[in-house]
């Protein structure tokens, strides 16, 4: 039932089954003295506790909870850290001009791309012609590129795209500010 621990001049009993924590970090026990005391229990403080046993601090639950919550700040702040970079070098951010995609992106959308996905028809992407990016929806994907097509449109972008000209996928659209871009432009 009891363990021994040595200290300085006498020795200590600790019972096996009291923890010397409570759930909020203060030392409780009492702990069983040796003879001196002819069994009689007494309530020491944390620093008595310390420099009777010899141990610099008992409270270490308390410290392991500092250095875990520590971690968890600096492992957090990497983690948003590394998201940012990564979305710096592999997502773009549109804003929707036209009504070439209508229902799906109005006027005053704005998307997300992002240009680590592979292309597959009926996916909605962004892609460079000239100085101009559009988004529009793949309609069809050939050796050469991929055909393009708005929603709204009737026929499909007139030009092949090639696979150098892909910006990115629609991975994230905003459509809140949408109604009030129609409404400041009168549409």
Do not use: W
Not at 47 to 63: A, H, I, Q, Y
């Amino acid at each position: 039932m009891f363990r021994r621990l040595s200290a300085t001049a006498s020795a200590l009993q600790v019972p096996h089954d009291v923890g010397l924590d409570k759930p909020d970090g203060q030392v409780r026990r009492s702990i069983m003295t040796g003879e001196s005391n002819q069994g009689k229990r007494r309530q020491i403080g944390s620093g008595e506790l310390g420099k009777s046993v010899g141990l610099s601090r008992l409270n270490v639950p308390t410290e392991k909870r500092a250095i875990a919550r520590r971690l968890r700040e600096v492992l957090s702040s990497a983690l948003i850290i590394a998201a940012s970079v990564l979305f710096c070098i592999y997502c773009n951010i549109f804003y929707i001009q036209t009504g070439s995609m209508e229902p799906e992106l109005p006027i005053g959308t704005i998307v997300i791309t992002c240009s680590l996905a592979e292309p597959e028809a009926g996916d909605i992407y962004a892609y460079r012609t000239g100085s101009v990016t559009v988004v529009h929806r793949i309609r069809e994907i050939t050796h050469d590129g991929c055909i393009f097509q708005g929603d709204a449109n009737n026929v499909a972008d007139p030009y092949t795209v090639g696979y150098d000209q892909l910006v990115g996928e629609v991975i994230l659209s905003l459509k809140l500010p949408a109604p009030l871009v129609r409404a400041a432009a009168g549409l």
